[in-house]
């Protein structure tokens, strides 16, 4: 066990479970779990392990439940469903009905929610039962307290975190987490789209391994190149259009932006600013982290509450398959006018073109 002393002490001693202050909301294959995996080497950080996916999938269990309850992928996804009254359709994030956006044909390939019942997945034992976490991450590595509960107990000065990358991308989430606390701190990891869409497609091939090529996903029609803009991998890296979802309810100052690609290069100069939006004390500084070159990424010298080196799952890291050079100028070229607003709009030039 990783993470084994500090989490279960705090989750069954003293101290209370309180509403998060701060959220990272996006996005997917951004680098979400490196950013809290970091994060909660801070002694005042307290993170949620799995995701709650409360503002997207269980938000009419209401704010006492997301606060209060245990883990629901003890649930098996038929339970889940039938306790919310959902079907699974209902329970999407919004991201294939965004404004201004293809809304007309249904995702080519879609990320299995771990509670969603489908036909392929209904014989299989639930996410939790397997090992793994809604992101595919290793139970192994301790990312849920021994009492199972989501949001862990804190101490007072201690912030509560939570993560689910898509909330980013749902329609609803701005004005339910406004609902819940306008001060909400909301934070974004950020990543080349084009290198988050093919990040986003190696996942889900390494779940589905028959799906067909990237190529032949990311085009509506491949004579005319015409994009896909329906399918979500392509769909979620239009940050700009997102960005204004949530920009309807919080202001920029609200928002922090975290370079995914930094976070690689310089993990601590990025937890640095996030120590400082959170305001918190610059404790996670360069003396955290080690580059682990068999593993290709920096990793931290000690984990929250052990003593030992640790590094991020298998899933976090993968390689990437080749993809066509020409499909990834096509999809650079879409994405660039994207791209130029989001600097615009956040101020920040990302580097991606
Ligand atoms: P790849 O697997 O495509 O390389 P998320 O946690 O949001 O799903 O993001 C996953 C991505 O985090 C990985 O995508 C990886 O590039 C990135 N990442 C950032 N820092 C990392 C780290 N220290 N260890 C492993 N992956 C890291």
């Known amino acids: 066990p990783v993470h084994s002393g500090g989490l279960s002490t705090f989750s069954s001693g003293s101290g209370t479970k309180r509403l998060p202050q701060a959220i990272i909301v996006g996005v997917k294959k951004g680098g979400?779990?490196?950013?809290?995996?970091?994060?909660?080497?801070?002694?005042?950080?307290?993170?949620?392990?799995?995701?709650?996916?409360?503002?997207?999938?269980?938000?009419?269990?209401?704010?006492?439940?997301?606060?209060?309850?245990?883990?629901?992928?003890?649930?098996?996804?038929?339970?889940?469903?039938?306790?919310?009254?959902?079907?699974?359709?209902?329970?999407?994030?919004?991201?294939?009905?965004?404004?201004?956006?293809?809304?007309?044909?249904?995702p080519k390939v879609s990320e299995k929610c771990p509670t969603q019942a489908s036909?392929?997945?209904?014989?299989?034992?639930?996410?939790?039962?397997?090992?793994?976490?809604?992101?595919?991450?290793?139970?192994?590595?301790?990312?849920?307290?021994?009492?199972?509960?989501?949001?862990?107990?804190?101490?007072?000065g201690q912030i509560t975190m939570e993560k689910t990358p898509s909330y980013f991308v749902t329609r609803e989430a701005p004005a339910r987490i406004?609902?819940?606390?306008?001060?909400?701190?909301?934070?974004?990891?950020?990543?080349?789209?084009?290198?988050?869409?093919?990040?986003?497609?190696?996942?889900?091939?390494?779940?589905?391994?028959?799906?067909?090529?990237?190529?032949?996903?990311?085009?509506?029609?491949r004579t005319t190149g015409l994009i896909d803009t329906s399918w979500s991998a392509i769909q979620i890296g239009i940050y700009a259009k997102h960005l204004d979802n949530w920009l309807q309810f919080f202001p920029m100052k609200q928002i922090l932006f975290v370079s995914g690609e930094r976070l690689i290069s310089d993990p601590a100069g990025e937890l640095g600013r996030v120590q400082d939006f959170l305001g918190l004390k610059r404790i996670i500084t360069d003396k955290h982290f080690y580059f682990n070159k068999t593993k290709g990424f920096p990793c931290l010298?000690?984990?929250?509450?052990?003593?030992?080196?640790?590094?991020?799952?298998?899933?976090?890291?993968?390689?990437?398959?080749?993809?066509?050079?020409?499909?990834?100028?096509?999809?650079?070229?879409?994405?660039?006018?994207?791209?130029?607003?989001?600097?615009?709009?956040?101020?920040?030039?990302f580097g991606w073109d």
């Not at 406004?178 to 869409?197: C, G, H």
């Not at 660039?336 to 101020?347: E, H, I, L, V, W």
């Open 32 to 106: 979400t779990r490196a950013l809290l995996e970091f994060l909660r080497v801070h002694p005042d950080v307290r993170a949620a392990g799995a995701e709650p996916h409360f503002f997207d999938r269980f938000y009419d269990n209401g704010l006492e439940w997301y606060r209060t309850t245990r883990n629901q992928s003890r649930h098996s996804p038929k339970e889940a469903l039938l306790r919310l009254g959902h079907s699974p359709r209902g329970t999407r994030a919004a991201v294939h009905s965004t404004q201004g956006l293809s809304t007309s044909s249904p």
């Open 119 to 156: 036909k392929g997945e209904k014989k299989r034992a639930p996410v939790s039962e397997r090992g793994l976490f809604a992101d595919g991450t290793s139970k192994k590595n301790h990312l849920i307290n021994q009492n199972g509960d989501l949001m862990p107990k804190t101490l007072e």
């Open 178 to 221: 406004y609902s819940m606390s306008r001060s909400t701190k909301l934070i974004v990891v950020v990543r080349d789209p084009v290198t988050r869409a093919i990040s986003d497609y190696t996942q889900t091939l390494s779940k589905k391994p028959d799906i067909p090529t990237f190529e032949s996903l990311t085009f509506k029609n």
């Open 301 to 349: 010298k000690k984990a929250e509450g052990s003593s030992k080196p640790h590094c991020l799952g298998k899933t976090k890291g993968r390689t990437h398959p080749n993809i066509n050079p020409e499909v990834v100028k096509r999809l650079r070229d879409f994405y660039r006018p994207f791209n130029m607003k989001f600097y615009q709009m956040t101020g920040h030039n």
